[in-house]
């Protein structure tokens, strides 16, 4: 993190900003597949990508989370989409 540029640093600032919770609300549509999905090897797959969806989104808060000590600006990972700042969209 130290060692870092700023560049980079701003770069994955916007990434767990715009991506991470958008990769959850991404399992809400595979949930839907499990659901209401027709023939049985269509829910089992969709079971295991709802997993992975939240595999993802799990992991893009965790790193932001550690960093939110060193830098504030990661906390936008948790609050980009709660905010009304269109901008960021």
């Known amino acids: 993190f130290e060692n870092a540029s700023p560049g980079w640093l ?3 600032k916007e990434h767990f900003g715009a991506i991470a919770r958008g990769e959850y ?4 549509a595979e949930l839907r597949m499990v659901r ?5 090897g ?3 797959m969709a079971t295991f990508g709802m997993m992975d969806e939240i595999r993802h ?3 893009q808060l965790f790193f932001p989370h550690q960093y939110v000590s060193k830098d504030r600006q990661f ?9 009304n700042e269109w901008a960021m969209i």
């Open 10 to 12: 701003s770069m994955l």
């Open 42 to 44: 269509m829910r089992n």
């Open 25 to 28: 609300s991404a399992s809400s």
């Open 36 to 40: 209401f999905g027709r023939a049985p």
């Open 75 to 83: 906390d936008w990972a948790f609050k980009a989409y709660d905010t």
């Open 57 to 59: 989104s799990q992991l």
